[in-house]
């Protein structure tokens, strides 16, 4: 057996800053929330006070955020003048136990609503945008999403 304790791409066991968006053009929002999980890899959120150690990155918009289950979490972000997509939404650590790539990871549309209170006008597709090595013993290493999941908004 061989050490699996860093990947030849210098990805290590440790805290990465999960990046999640709207990567489609779909119109102005005002709501969005978005569960987001690890699909194949073994490691928990970082809490603060039992919430997700999150930040939002939608300009003009606010967030909350809430765990769902010991390794999903709800990101939810609203504006009262909306956002235009796509965009980015939030970034929260994700402590894990082995190496990370985007594909480990889902992220899932649970709703959307344009500024009107209505339906946008195309169904948003988030995903993953980025991964973030933040605590490499040598250097930072960025990785760019491959995976996607999308649920079109309840009507």
């Known amino acids: 057996d061989s050490d699996d304790s860093t990947a030849p791409d210098g990805t ?3 805290v990465y ?3 999640v968006g709207v990567t489609s053009e779909s119109g102005t929002l005002s709501t969005i929330a ?3 999980g690890p699909a194949s890899v073994d490691g928990n959120f970082v809490t603060d ?3 997700p150690d999150c930040e939002i990155l939608t300009p003009g918009a606010f967030g909350v955020w809430s765990v769902l289950d010991i390794d999903r979490i709800r990101i939810g972000v609203a504006s009262f003048s909306g956002f235009d997509t796509p965009v980015e ?3 929260c ?3 894990a136990r082995e190496r990370v790539a ?4 889902s992220a899932e549309l649970v709703d959307a609503s344009a500024p009107d209170g209505g339906p946008p006008s195309q169904a948003p597709v988030v995903e993953l945008t980025a991964v973030t090595a933040e605590e490499a013993p040598t250097s930072t290493t960025i990785l760019t999403a491959s995976s996607t999941t999308t649920v079109p908004s309840a009507d």
């Open 12 to 14: 290590v066991p440790g």
């Open 17 to 19: 800053a999960l990046t």
């Open 34 to 36: 978005i569960d987001l």
């Open 49 to 51: 006070g039992g919430r």
């Open 89 to 91: 939404l939030a970034r």
């Open 93 to 95: 650590k994700f402590d």
């Open 102 to 105: 985007p594909s480990d990871f």
